[in-house]
Each structure stands twice: as structure tokens, then as C-alpha cells.
């Protein structure tokens, strides 16, 4: 498999877990469904009606992309991996990820101006509108 068919299997896999405007309701299977839409991109397919809720690539047009050929050998041992059952079945699992960057953000610059080693009292921590 290219090394833009892996980087591809990667972004896709990211861009599942990063969205941020999902409903937990069939939360699994939107997950399930993104991650297998690369299977449909991969041989420049980007809009398809098979699955319930994940129906189109949501990027703009390409250019200089090199797809692989439906049921060649890159294609099927990508499908392999993708189709995983034990791979697939761990998405569920996906769905408690979330990052932590911007409360730890908040903390850091909480304590670059107000320091741990000063007491402030309620006041002096509630911000003024």
C-alpha cells in the first residue's frame, strides 16, 4: 500500500474521532460509517447512498491524487484492515475520546496571573462583565 493510501487511512481515522458536532445516538455507527467511507475514497468515489447517515466526503474537489483500483490487491488488503471486525468492533470505544488542550490552556494561564502560592477570594476570581 502508498504511503498517501496510509496518510489517507489516517485522516480519515482523525477526522472521525475529531468531529465535534456529533450526537451520541448512533454515535458508534456514524463512527463505523466514516471509517469505512475510505474504502470509497480511495478509488475516488466520494458520494454514496449504502450507508444511514455518512453519505459524502465532506472535502472540496482534488487534484494530482493517485486512487486505487476497485478489487486490486491495495484495494482488498486495505480492505482487510479497515473491515476489521475486532477493529471495528473497538470504535465503540471511540466515543469517550475527547481532548483536554483548552482546559489545560485555561489552567496554565489561570496560574501564569493568578499563582497557587496567593490566596484570592471569590471576588477576586469572578470576572467583572
Not at 46 to 56: D, G, I
Not at 74 to 83: D, G, K
Request: proline share 3%; charged share 15%; hydrophobic share 40%.
Amino acid at each position: 500500500m502508498s504511503d498517501a493510501a496510509c496518510r489517507m487511512a489516517l485522516e480519515s481515522l482523525c477526522m472521525c474521532v475529531s468531529v465535534n458536532y456529533i450526537i451520541y445516538i448512533n454515535l458508534v455507527l456514524l463512527i463505523r460509517e466514516m471509517w469505512t467511507s475510505i474504502l470509497n475514497h480511495i478509488v475516488n468515489k466520494h458520494q454514496w447512498t449504502a450507508s444511514k447517515y455518512f453519505h459524502e466526503c465532506r472535502h472540496g474537489p482534488l487534484s494530482g491524487v493517485k486512487y486505487l483500483e476497485a478489487g486490486s490487491p491495495a484495494h482488498q488488503l486495505l480492505s482487510t484492515i479497515v473491515l476489521d471486525q475486532r477493529l471495528l468492533k473497538d470504535m465503540a470505544q471511540l466515543t469517550a475520546f475527547c481532548h483536554t488542550g483548552q482546559l489545560e490552556v485555561y489552567h496554565s494561564l489561570r496560574l501564569k496571573y493568578a499563582p497557587k502560592r496567593h490566596h484570592y477570594g471569590y471576588k477576586g476570581n469572578k470576572s467583572i462583565p
